[in-house]
C-alpha cells in the first residue's frame, strides 16, 4: 500500500514560518504531480499548490509570495515551506500525490492524514 504522512505543523505567531513535508512510503511506482491543500473548520478544502515531477511549481493566489512548494524525488517526499504566516492561514493542511503502479497504469490520488497549523495573532 502507498501512504502519505505530512510532518512539520505545529503553533507559530503570526509573521513567523513553518516547514511542512510529506513522505510518501510503501510500493511506489510513479509520483507524478504532488501538492498541498488546506481546510479550516467549517470551511472547504481549498487547494494551496502543487508541484509536478519536473519542479514545475503553482500557487493559489492567496499564498503566492509567501510559501514555496519543492520535492525531492530521491525521498519521495514533498515540502512547503510557510512564510509570513497570517492567522487565516490556520488549518489542516493535507498532503496529495497521484501515482501510477507503472509508466502504463492509471493514476491514483492519494492523501495524507493532515498535520494542524495554528497561526496566532
Known sequence: QVRL???GGGLVEAGGSLR????????????DDMG?????PGKEREWVADITSGGLAN???GVK???T???????NTVYLQMTSLKPEDTAVYYCHAHLRRSY???VVSYWGKGTQVTVSS
Open 5 to 7: 504522512v505530512e510532518s
Open 20 to 31: 511542512l513535508s510529506c513522505a510518501a512510503s510503501g510500493t511506489i511506482g510513479t509520483i
Open 36 to 40: 498541498w491543500y488546506r481546510q479550516a
Open 59 to 61: 500557487y493559489a493566489d
Open 65 to 67: 509570495g509567501r510559501f
Open 69 to 75: 512548494i519543492s520535492r525531492d524525488n530521491s525521498k
Open 104 to 106: 502504463f497504469a492509471a
